[in-house]
Structures are given as C-alpha cells and as structure tokens.
C-alpha cells in the first residue's frame, strides 16, 4: 500500500520565517510533487521534481524553492513566509512509465503564516 | 494538456445516482480520462480511469462516447459518505503531472 506523509498536518509561522515541509513517500516514486489548496482555486501546481536532484516549476513556483537530496524525500521550503502563503499544502508522487501516472497523495499540511 | 470543463457543484439526494459530465473538446489521440476524489481535509485519491466506452469498478463507473470529446462519471446510489470534489483530468500516461482544475463539488443529502 503506497503511502505518502507529511512531517506535520498543522504548521502555525510568523511572517518573515523560513518553513520547511517535508514529504515522504515509501514506494521507489520516481516523481513527486508540491500543490497548494485554496478556496476556489482548485489544486495549484508549485513544484515537482521527476529525479533525485531535479526540479522542475509549476504554475505558481514564485516565493517557494524545493529540494530532492533522496528519492523518497521531497521538501518545500518557503524562504521568508508570508501571509498570502498560508495554505494547505499537498504532496504527491507517482511512478513513470507506461500506464503509471496516477499519483498518490499526502493527508495535507494546514500552514497559517501570522 | 486538454482542457477540461465540469460544473462548479452538484446537489443530490442519498440513494440517487449521481452522474458527473467533463467536457475536454481538444483530447488528443493518447490522452486518457482519469477521474480523481478528494474528502474534506483529505488529498485527493485516484478513483478511475478509461480510454474509451465503458469502465465499472468497486467505486464508480465511467462512461466515454465514441467521439471521447466528453465523459461521465456515474456514482450508484450515493450516500453521505460520498460528499467529495470530483477532479475530471485528461492526458497521456507521459503527461507528468496532469492537471487538476477546480472539480465538481458533490453535497450528498439524507
């Protein structure tokens, strides 16, 4: 059974606070990916990464930076977090190859930047 | 990536069936259609995916015509529990990532 976690469900910073959010997953992924959740505004694409080391932006990338040191280990980090960046956030990843993209999600972190 | 339109909510009673259309004009050759549920407070799970005609399985069922320019997913007799977004998404198995869209809001009630 894949499965996905993140290091926290809820995440309280102050604005100007570097925040890092981790993500695991335990299935030899080789994909991973960070999302946004907001009212609205459906699920928003920040970054993924397809390899140890590589990344690649998504839709809304401004403000974010990431990291892949280990293929099971994908982190977000928010530089100086702001207000606009309190969000859930999403984790996901997914193999490659013929008939494999469906991804496989984390249960969210809730971050409040006050 | 092909563009798809779905409606923002939908309301229903438990017991109905419930079907939910995608529109996605552009799909191209290799594009399949893959349907995905997400849960208050949850991330979104795969729930299932088709080529064309027809795919059934434990959860739901999934209905593409010939022309595959839209798609249904149907929901047999819904319950409370089944109060979810529904996210349509359309691309081909090397389409990584696929994207999600805003989905359809399900409100099931007793």
């Known amino acids: 059974d894949v499965k996905v976690t993140q290091s926290s469900r809820y995440l309280v910073k102050r604005t100007g606070e570097k925040v890092f959010l981790e993500c695991v997953q335990d299935?030899?992924?080789?994909?991973m990916f960070w999302y946004r959740q907001d009212p609205g505004l459906g699920l928003r694409l920040i970054y993924f990464?397809?390899?140890?080391?590589?990344?690649e932006k998504g839709d809304i990338p401004e403000g974010y930076s990431v990291s892949r040191e280990k293929k099971e280990r994908f982190s977000l980090i928010l530089e100086s977090a702001s207000t606009n960046q309190t969000s859930m956030y999403l984790c996901?990843?997914?193999?490659?190859?013929?008939?494999?993209?469906?991804?496989?999600f984390g249960p969210g972190t809730r971050l409040t930047v006050l | 990536l092909a563009k798809t339109t779905q409606p923002i909510s939908m309301d229903s009673y438990e017991g109905q069936e419930v079907n939910i259309t995608c529109s996605h004009n552009?799909?191209?050759?290799?594009?399949?259609i893959t349907w995905y549920q997400q849960f208050p407070s949850q991330g979104p799970r795969f729930i299932i995916q088709?080529?064309?005609t027809k795919v059934t399985n434990e959860v739901a069922s999934l209905f593409i015509p010939a022309d595959r320019k839209s798609s249904t997913l149907s929901l047999p007799r819904v319950s409370l529990s089944d109060t979810a977004v529904y996210y349509c998404?359309?691309?081909?198995?090397?389409?990584?990532?696929?994207?999600f869209g805003k989905g359809t809001r399900l409100s099931v009630i007793a």
């Open positions: 998404l359309v691309g081909a198995w090397e389409d990584t990532p696929l994207v």
């Open positions: 552009n799909i191209a050759t290799n594009d399949y």
């Open positions: 299935m030899d992924h080789e994909n």
């Open positions: 990464s397809y390899d140890v080391k590589m990344k």
């Open positions: 088709g080529y064309k």
């Open positions: 996901a990843s997914s193999l490659t190859g013929e008939g494999h993209n469906e991804q496989f």
